[in-house]
């Protein structure tokens, strides 16, 4: 090979081209002699992502964007990992982004130990980034609602606001202060357990008043829950036709027997004030009646000149006025 001009040149080129392949490779980033894969992510929106930018895995470079491109109405990001190894097929790719004008960056978690590795084929799932453009919008709301705040209270606003107040606690200063020391002697009497409250607080005898009398209140429910039982097993046995009272309650014979009394009462009742029978016309027989108090008048005037007289003198003029 001649030593010419021509070569020399050629020989320098191609040693600046293969120089400045390798700084492009270890400051730029780029990735064309590094061996690695692909995995692919779908976004409906990559912001201000780039081709280029880095992959990263808890905060470790694994890769770099190699291709953004649309596909099927999402945005189909191409990652070339030079680590393949820690993705998992159900790992979940984001991107971020490295403070609020910071360079974007595609984070992927590590996923499940159980899943198996992603190839060149699998598509990660994605995590939708946050929209900085809808932050800066909200942040730009909330400073002009602030702004907004700050200029109604102005000095004149403050002034009209917090003057009738300022007023108010100088005419009533006086009272103020009495009511503070007043409540200042009422927690210290408190405090030292005097008076009707601090006696409450700190009396161990009303606390133990309190304690028993809750404790009685306890038993007294365990006994009324223990009655309430009770009655209900007097219910059930009331209900099983067990017993009297069940009996009486189930029992349909002594339902009919005992209707049977009352229809049986209810006809003689009927009678007796119709006049029938004996007890009917004892009743309802005026004459009867008439007889009994002509009898009972006979009696008294046989007995009014009886206290002087014996035995047999009174027996025998009690039959003679009689009969």
Request: net charge neutral.
């Amino acid at each position: 090979m001649k030593n010419t001009l021509e070569t020399r040149l050629g020989i320098f080129f191609a040693l600046a081209l293969i120089a400045a392949t390798l700084i492009l490779e270890m400051v730029g980033g780029t990735d064309f002699f590094k061996r690695g894969s692909t995995v692919r992510a779908r976004f409906n929106s990559v912001q201000e992502l780039k081709e280029g930018d880095p992959v990263k895995m808890a905060g470790v470079q694994i890769g770099r964007v190699e291709t953004i491109a649309l596909a099927d109405n999402k945005v189909e990001v191409v990652m070339k990992l030079t680590r393949r190894d820690q993705v998992r097929t159900d790992s979940k790719a984001t991107i971020k982004f490295v403070g609020l004008l910071g360079q974007h960056y595609v984070a992927i978690d590590f996923g499940t130990q159980a899943a198996p590795l992603a190839t060149a084929d699998t598509l990660l799932q994605s995590i939708e980034p946050v929209d900085m453009s809808t932050i800066m919008v909200k942040l730009d709301s909330v400073a002009t609602g602030v702004e907004n705040l700050t200029k109604s209270f102005g000095g004149d606003t403050i002034q009209n606001l917090l003057g009738p107040f300022t007023d108010f606690l100088k005419e009533n200063r006086p009272k103020l202060s009495a009511a503070l020391d007043n409540l200042t002697n009422i927690s210290t009497q408190i405090a030292k357990g005097e008076g009707t409250i601090g006696r409450l607080i700190y009396d161990d005898t009303l606390h133990q008043s309190a304690l028993n009398t809750l404790t009685n209140f306890s038993r007294t429910a365990d006994d009324l829950r223990g009655t309430i039982a009770e009655a209900r097993g007097v219910v059930d046995q009331v209900n099983a036709g067990a017993g009297t009272l069940g009996k009486l309650v189930k029992d349909e014979t002594l339902y009919r027997e005992t209707a049977s009394a009352m229809t049986q009462a209810r006809e003689i009742l009927q009678k007796i004030n119709q006049g029938q029978g004996s007890v009917g016309k004892l009743v309802n027989d005026e004459s009867l009646f008439k007889n009994v108090k002509l009898t009972l008048q006979k009696v008294e005037k046989a007995t009014e000149g009886l206290e002087d007289q014996g035995p047999l003198s009174v027996l025998g003029i009690v039959v003679n006025s009689l009969f």
